[in-house]
């Protein structure tokens, strides 16, 4: 049975105290950096050297993390592996690796920083390992690779202390002796390359039972640095094509990993992309400002005739003004000029505070079905909704939609609930869900309830469903007052 080990039996607490006010007082600490969401994955954002010198810091303070690298063949597997996916969940840091991850950033528009890939940054992680005295156990590849590889990083960094190594192909019944191997060799990081997905659930399984504050999987990074495979020439490097090396290199192995999996992985990226970059809502929203713009302008044209008929009908009632301009709250708390026929006296205004206390709605917004500022012409406008015409100059300005939530008065928005102020999410609109469902005898509390379930939800066929429930609702006249 695997045992639970207790790092302060292996670290002078002395020392961990020390160096955990060092790390405490650190301000730019790798656990802390900016990350960036990709694939439903965060990957820190950070430059090697920063990366190299922190995942150092974290072992030497005591501060334990599992940290793994992520690159296009993990993204692929994690889309089929559930379990590995949960891992990578799981794990405490993720690195960006490859050009793959860095062109899907691209697509995404969302910042990264360097190329953390494991073979670049195991150098300099020895090299800051060897500067603070901090040990590092190899663990993976096939016998001999990993101590050939730990050979190699002691001739290239002076004072390196490599804790101890061991290959990738042990027993089952030998994992707790190689665990108990790891805990006495000391090592503050412990670097597991067994490959992908096994490295990263093997290090989940057992992380509890391994005392190094940092233990990675690094991956095929062993072969590079024992010579047993070649790396790529620095030119294709550059250039973001290793992995053609790597396929020449191991054609059979890497084949389905890179000709495949490549074009699966942009595929996904350009998915991702679509997705982070809110592309369906974008082109959603200017199908729709489109439509509203042509149904504007093709129905101001049609009902030229009815316009002139209702403005000679307002003029000859009482000689005021045909239109009442009124100052009303849009999407994003914008205040614009809505346009309407006027269907009350001239003075409606200052008469509405002798009669508020009569609204016959409680809460937000005033309304009485018998208003006695609405005149003659104005009760057979409303009925038929016709007061409502001109905002179609509105809608062909910008300001409001032909479907959205109706356009709230500024006092009126003051007095909103602090989640009714969803309603000001979208541009306000000549018709609503509760416009063709009861008008004014809904709630004002109902009423904005069927907003902001519209607006979560919108679409140009929920829109043209509300466009044609609009007519019977009109000819019905229910709660239109």
Avoid at 135 to 149: D, M, Q
Avoid at 203 to 218: E, Q, T, Y
Avoid at 233 to 256: D, F, S, V
Wanted: aromatic share 8%.
């Amino acid at each position: 049975m695997l045992k639970r080990f207790a790092i302060d039996t292996l670290i002078d607490p002395t020392s961990v105290s020390t160096w955990t006010r060092s790390w405490s007082a650190r301000r730019d600490t790798l656990a802390t950096a900016p990350t960036s969401r990709l694939f439903g994955l965060d990957l820190v954002c950070a430059t090697r050297a920063h990366a190299a010198e922190e995942i150092v810091a974290m072992a030497a303070a005591g501060e334990r993390a599992t940290i793994q690298f992520v690159n296009a063949h993990c993204v692929n597997r994690a889309r089929r592996d559930a379990a590995y996916r949960r891992t990578l969940a799981r794990s405490d840091l993720l690195l960006p690796d490859g050009s793959g991850i860095a062109i899907a950033a691209r697509l995404a528009g969302v910042p990264l920083g360097d190329n953390l890939n494991g073979t670049d940054l195991f150098p300099d992680i020895c090299r800051n390992a060897a500067q603070r005295g901090q040990s590092i156990f190899l663990l993976g590849g096939r016998p001999g690779i990993a101590a050939r590889a730990a050979q190699t990083m002691r001739t290239r960094q002076p004072g390196l202390h490599i804790a101890g190594t061991y290959h990738g192909f042990w027993r089952a019944d030998e994992e707790e002796m190689l665990i108990d191997e790891i805990n006495a060799s000391g090592a503050t990081i412990v670097m597991v390359g067994l490959g992908v997905p096994l490295q990263e659930k093997w290090i989940d399984r057992v992380r509890p039972c391994l005392a190094a504050p940092i233990v990675m999987g690094v991956g095929g990074l062993f072969d590079y640095y024992s010579g047993a495979i070649p790396r790529a020439p620095a030119a294709l490097r550059a250039i973001g094509c290793e992995w053609a090396w790597r396929l020449l290199q191991e054609p059979r192995r890497m084949a389905g990993r890179y000709l495949l999996g490549n074009p699966l992985f942009l595929l996904g990226a350009v998915g991702e992309a679509w997705k982070t970059r809110a592309m369906a809502q974008r082109l959603s929203a200017g199908g729709k400002r489109l439509f509203d713009a042509a149904a504007s302008i093709a129905a101001l044209l049609i009902a030229l005739p009815l316009f002139l008929a209702v403005a000679a009908a307002i003029k000859l009632e009482d000689g005021g003004p045909v239109f009442f301009r009124q100052t009303r709250i849009g999407a994003r708390g914008r205040p614009f000029r809505m346009w309407k026929f006027r269907s009350m006296v001239i003075d409606a205004e200052a008469r509405l505070a002798a009669i508020r206390a009569q609204s016959e709605r409680d809460g937000t917004c005033f309304k009485m079905k018998r208003d006695p500022r609405i005149t003659r012409v104005g009760a057979l406008l409303r009925r038929l909704s016709l007061d409502e015409l001109p905002q179609l100059f509105n809608i062909a300005a910008g300001d409001m939609s032909v479907v959205g939530p109706r356009p709230a008065l500024p006092g009126e928005v003051l007095r909103y609930a602090p989640e009714q102020r969803e309603r000001l999410a979208g541009l306000p609109g000549l018709t609503c869900t509760w416009q063709v469902s009861g008008r004014a005898d809904i709630p004002f509390e109902q009423q904005a309830l069927l907003d902001i379930a519209y607006l979560r939800g919108r679409s140009f066929l929920q829109d043209l469903a509300l466009i044609f429930r609009t007519i019977p609702a009109v000819l019905t006249a229910r709660g239109a007052y």
